[in-house]
């Protein structure tokens, strides 16, 4: 059954004829990765996220949203096709020829919307395949954008953008790249800051385009590895953090790892599970990152704003599943638990 069809059916009275397409309601999505719902509207209060908490309050929040799988190609699939998929990332490039009917851009497109995606909205940043996420020639979603973008800048090509450190640094091997880290400068000094720019630009194009638009950004923190300038882990230097609830590893069958993702970053020999400073230092960096990605957000809203557009949009936020910050012994995601399970 189609995911989607509930939203869709909500919509479909304002799908009016082509004469009234200034009535016809734009719509925003904007996709955050790996985020917890540890936000202010979520009831945590030493999280710095006034953009999302705005949002949500003119709003409706979801506190009990669940995905279908705690991965991000799978969890995008089941968002972009309203259908359950396989548990693989590579879920898109599988089956989405496959499928019989429409994707979610796929039908705005068809009701005559202008479709773009910036960023991260399926799997790979840009929507690409091929080694470096670039091919052309490999759509994840064949037919569904009019664009699929993702601004690369220093960091060369999505595949570079998506693990990408600050001003360029580029993931090889990830023994080699930090954990964490906060550089001291403007918000392009890491990925999010570009593609935020690009999708600002094309939101401003088709305010002019004399089409409706479903712009859809896909905002690549706070995942790993845990990188946002400095400004932003300013706001929890001093910030005393609540315990962790059930540290403790599970007994029994379960879906429990080894956090695997999380301790293939260089660590200097520290592990969160064991070093309770390091435990702390790696939630605030965290914290760090999803108020950056907080920013990104709040920029993208004034730019409705600034073109009269938010009375005539439908904004949907949404995570692609949560986190493991230490809970059950884990450092991640990929698990059944309620921490990789659960997002805003």
């Known amino acids: 059954m189609n995911k989607f069809i509930f939203l869709l059916a909500m919509l479909c009275p304002l799908m009016s004829t082509a004469n009234d397409v200034k009535k016809r309601p734009n719509v925003l999505l904007i996709c955050i990765d790996d985020l ?41 699939y089941t968002l972009l096709t309203g259908r359950y998929g396989p548990a693989s990332n590579g879920a898109l490039f599988q089956n ?50 009019d664009r699929h973008l993702l601004p690369a800048g220093s960091w060369q090509h999505p595949r570079g953008a ?20 906060a550089f001291d400068g403007p ?3 890491y990925p999010d800051g570009l593609i935020t720019n690009e999708a600002l630009k094309q939101m401003d194009g088709l305010a002019k385009g004399g089409k409706p638009f479903f712009l859809a950004v896909g905002i690549i923190r706070p995942h790993l590895p845990f990188g946002a300038p400095a400004k932003y882990l300013k706001h929890y230097r001093d910030a005393k953090l609540p315990a962790t609830l059930h540290p403790q590893k599970p007994t029994g069958k379960t879906t429990w790892h080894g956090s695997g993702e999380f301790m293939k970053y260089n660590r200097w020999k520290r592990n969160p599970t064991t070093d309770a400073a390091f435990a702390i230092e790696v939630r605030k960096h965290y914290a760090a990152c999803v108020s950056y990605a907080d920013a990104m957000v709040g920029r993208l809203l004034a730019q409705l704003d600034a073109l009269k557009l938010r ?8 995570g692609d599943h949560g986190w493991h910050l230490g809970e059950h012994a884990i450092w991640g995601k990929h698990a059944l638990f309620e921490e990789s399970l659960r997002s805003p």
């Open 36 to 76: 917890r719902p540890e936000l202010k509207c979520f009831g945590v209060d030493y999280i710095h996220s006034p953009n999302i908490d705005g949002l949500a309050a003119r709003g409706r929040a979801f506190h009990r949203h669940y995905v279908q799988a705690p991965t991000c190609g799978a969890s995008r």
């Open 96 to 145: 989405f020829s496959k499928i019989k009917g429409t994707s979610f851009p796929g039908w705005f497109r068809k009701h005559g919307y202008a479709t773009v995606s910036v960023g991260k909205v399926s799997h790979h940043p840009g929507g690409r395949g091929g080694a470096d996420w670039d091919d052309a020639a490999q759509p994840e979603m064949p037919g569904a954008w």
């Open 162 to 181: 998506m693990h990408g450190l600050a001003n360029g640094e580029i993931r090889k091997n990830a023994k080699d790249m930090d954990i964490f880290q």
């Open 187 to 189: 918000d392009t000094a």
């Open 311 to 318: 009375d005539n949009t439908i904004i949907v936020l949404w």
